[in-house]
């Protein structure tokens, strides 16, 4: 196949380096990316859920990871929204979605976010390998979506809209004043990678083949979103006595959730299990592809990361683009300089908010439960407000989504799912 399209033939010609010299020493983090970037031309798997865990599946380490998600929820889920904001450097990412116009605007974002939000929530939460369990379902629901939207974006019909999908198709610019100069500025300090190039662009002139959206490298770049930065830098999330068997369910829990979702084993990020190789792969992926990219971070980049931010402050106040991002640099280790320079007071002290709370204040024991609690609270108003306390002032009440109530199953029983999910291993059921 590769002597058929140019983007296979630069990967083939990658891989035999390994063979032939020079720089044959790479590492299996360069290897493992480079087979991850292989994916992008082959589509996620669809259609109905697998009836059978796979061969790999560890109950143990499953739950272990679940319960590591519910102690850590509140910096889980700051770890998720500043992963998501830097995805959207991706033109392969961003056009879809500007393209669906489900999240170019505020209220839009909120609702397409919040959803994300409780799903994620409820496989934390729930039984994903039960039938007709909610998390199940939710899954179901999920895999269902990007049934849809894969099949609209590749139709023959609508694969070129998709493909010049631009800022004109935002919507109304946002009224803030733009930091993509201080943010680009910055980023200009850092060093080019040849990595970033082997991302086949949409509507690319020579490619000999139709860009596949909704493809398997995608989703192996939408888990390092979830898993990446956790697993990197755990102490800047509130995980801060997370042990290694803690890390190593957490990654066992996005295998799973990726061969749910249709990752091939191949392409899944996490695969293997192996926390050693997955925070070399992860550093590498952050270093090799995630950094490199803001330097060619486009206007339609800010608008959605904007719309993001502003949709997430309607039921965490205060926060904002600059703050998230701000705080991503700040974690990874991104130049910031200029950004931070021209932040709002209001912006810089959410930022250092962040910073006091998830990297000081949880040091000290039981203080990320209660902010998880206060995550779960907040989420729950959107969500579930008629199970929320009648004393919470109604000054201050987000919108509500209908729907997600069905999912939103935050009172696990423990054992008994940890049963459910070893009695599932043994029977193949």
Not at 41 to 69: D, H
Not at 162 to 167: E, K
Not at 313 to 340: C, D, K
């Amino acid at each position: 196949m590769a002597d058929h399209c140019p983007y296979l033939s630069k990967l083939a010609s990658l891989n035999s380096e390994k063979t032939h010299g020079g720089t044959a020493n790479k590492s299996v983090a360069e290897e493992r990316l480079v087979q991850l970037l292989e994916g992008q031309t082959v589509p996620v798997q669809m259609g109905n859920l697998p009836t059978v865990p796979p061969p790999w599946y560890n109950p143990v380490k499953f739950q272990r990871g679940q319960e590591f998600a519910r102690r850590h929820f509140a910096g889980i889920s700051l770890a998720h929204f500043v992963s998501l904001i830097t995805m959207l450097t991706s033109p392969q990412i961003l056009k879809p979605l500007i393209f669906t116009q489900k999240s170019e605007t505020v209220l839009k974002s909120f609702k397409r976010y919040i959803g994300t939000v409780v799903h994620v929530t409820a496989w934390y939460f729930g039984d994903v390998w039960q039938k007709d369990h909610p998390a199940r379902r939710s899954i179901q629901m999920v895999r269902s979506m990007h049934d849809h939207a894969s099949t609209q974006m590749n139709h023959p019909e609508r694969r070129r809209q998709v493909d010049n999908t631009a800022m004109a198709d935002c919507g109304q610019p946002f009224d803030d004043p733009s930091m993509l100069a201080s943010l680009q500025m910055d980023a200009q300090k850092l060093a080019g990678c040849p990595y970033v190039g082997l991302r086949r662009q949409p509507a690319s002139n020579d490619q000999e083949e139709p860009y596949v959206y909704f493809n398997q490298f995608d989703m192996a770049d939408s888990q390092f979103a979830f898993v990446g930065v956790l697993v990197l830098f755990p102490h800047k999330f509130g995980a801060t006595y997370a042990s290694d068997d803690d890390l190593s369910g957490f990654i066992h829990f996005w295998r799973c959730i990726g061969y749910l979702l249709g990752i091939e084993d191949r392409f899944n990020f996490c695969d293997g299990d192996n926390l050693d190789l997955t925070r070399d792969l992860c550093r590498h992926y952050l270093d090799k592809m995630i950094k490199p990219a803001f330097k060619d971070a486009s206007v339609e980049f800010e608008h959605m990361a904007r719309a993001v931010a502003k949709g997430a402050s309607l039921y965490y106040p205060g926060v904002s683009f600059e703050s998230l991002f701000a705080y991503y640099a700040n974690v990874v280790g991104l130049p910031a300089a200029n950004f931070i320079h021209h932040m709002s007071y209001s912006q810089w002290f959410y930022y250092l908010y962040l910073r006091l709370v998830f990297s000081v204040l949880c040091w000290i024991p039981g203080v990320i439960r209660v902010f998880s609690g206060m995550t779960q609270f907040s989420i729950g108003l959107v969500v579930a407000r008629s199970s929320t306390a009648g004393w919470w002032p109604k000054s201050w009440k987000p919108p509500q989504v209908g729907g997600l109530d069905v999912f939103w199953t935050l009172k696990p029983r423990a054992e008994g799912l940890k049963n459910s999910q070893t009695n599932l291993a043994l029977n193949g059921a």
